[in-house]
């Protein structure tokens, strides 16, 4: 059967979302033995690889791709965006991976491919970008200068609506670091973090770029912190019975609770039988985080063995934590 273009963008996209660039470069390529011509899935292959790591390979595709020939008017503009800084980005990886001697040179070039783009199109991710490789070069006031171009972009996407995701806070916060703004910066990555696309991938592409930033502005080390993803725990216990009396399952929702007070738990992976798991899933739950619960046998039978002889206490509390 015959995929249509959107077919395998969509594939390629789910594959990348799940971490697995390798198989959502397989997918673009076998998305272009039936589209061979078709830009976006060539600019997805390519942009699979340079997120893989394998930054030669995605270069040598590009070229081979012609993706840097496209005229302009053939595709649309944020298509064209797209392409161009993949282009840049590309530039970027291969000056942040060169010996001390070719890091200046080739850190100016990538700068000067993302300014010329950011001048042609006026988005913001050229922009801030260009900004981060003129001050990772030593250009000092031209980074400050295209930041505050950047910072004035965003802050008016935000303003006026048009935005409010992830990308748009997170560039408003590098942009704002570069600009020696730290609070601004702190309080655009909090609103980053809450977004609802904040995915793993692009946090840990954000914090790297921060790390960067941080250590060429001496600026704060704490700030990539905030993109921190949460942290996932495993939990088991002893049930109710010879090994853990009441009186120690109620002892222990303090103690479970300062634990947990000191990490940023987002996931609880675990069970809920009575006594110390549904102990530990309730604190977990009252932070706000999730619960992905695993039974070794079907639900009925686990409420019957593992939770009914503490009592109906408990399996009233068993019933709170499936809700």
Same mark, same amino acid.
């Given at each position: ?81 797209? =392409? ?27 700068? #000067?491919?993302?300014?010329? =783009? ?96 941080? #250590? ?23 049930? +109710? ?17 300062? +634990? ?17 798991? =549904? ?45």
């Amino acid at each position: 059967m015959r995929y249509d273009r959107d077919n395998w963008l969509q594939e390629v996209r789910s594959h990348a979302a799940a971490g697995d660039h390798l198989l959502a470069y397989d997918t673009a390529v076998r998305g272009l033995d039936e589209h061979p011509q078709d830009p976006t899935l060539k600019h997805a292959a390519v942009l699979a690889l340079a997120r893989s790591g394998a930054t030669l390979k995605a270069r040598e595709r590009y070229r081979e791709f012609g993706l840097g020939d496209l005229p302009r008017a053939s595709v649309s503009q944020s298509l064209y965006t797209d =392409i161009a800084s993949l282009d840049a980005r590309i530039a970027k990886d291969l000056a942040l991976m060169a010996g001390a001697e070719n890091r200046g040179e080739l850190l100016n070039r990538a700068a #000067t491919r993302y300014r010329k =783009i950011f001048e042609e199109t006026g988005d913001y991710y050229p922009g801030v970008n260009a900004a981060t490789l003129a001050l990772l070069a030593g250009h000092s006031r031209e980074a400050k200068a295209l930041a505050a171009s950047v910072r004035t972009i965003c802050e008016r996407r935000i303003s006026e609506g048009l935005e409010r995701g992830y990308y748009v806070s997170a560039t408003l916060a590098e942009a704002s670091l570069i600009v020696d703004d730290e609070a601004a910066a702190a309080e655009a990555l909090a609103q980053a973090a809450r977004a609802a696309d904040a995915k793993p991938d692009a946090l840990a592409t954000t914090r790297k770029q921060l790390r960067l930033l941080c #250590t060429a502005t001496r600026g704060p080390l704490w700030l990539p912190e905030i993109l921190r993803p949460p942290i996932v725990v495993h939990y088991t216990g002893h049930l +109710i019975g010879p090994r853990l009396s009441e009186a120690q399952a109620a002892a222990l929702a303090p103690r479970i609770e300062a +634990i947990l007070s000191r990490y940023p738990v987002g996931v609880g992976l675990g069970s809920l039988a009575s006594g110390a798991d =549904i102990v530990i899933a309730e604190a977990l739950l009252n932070r706000g985080a999730e619960l992905e619960l695993v039974f070794p046998f079907r639900l009925d039978e686990f409420r019957e063995i593992s939770v009914r002889p503490a009592g109906q206490a408990w399996i009233e509390r068993f019933e709170r934590c499936l809700l």
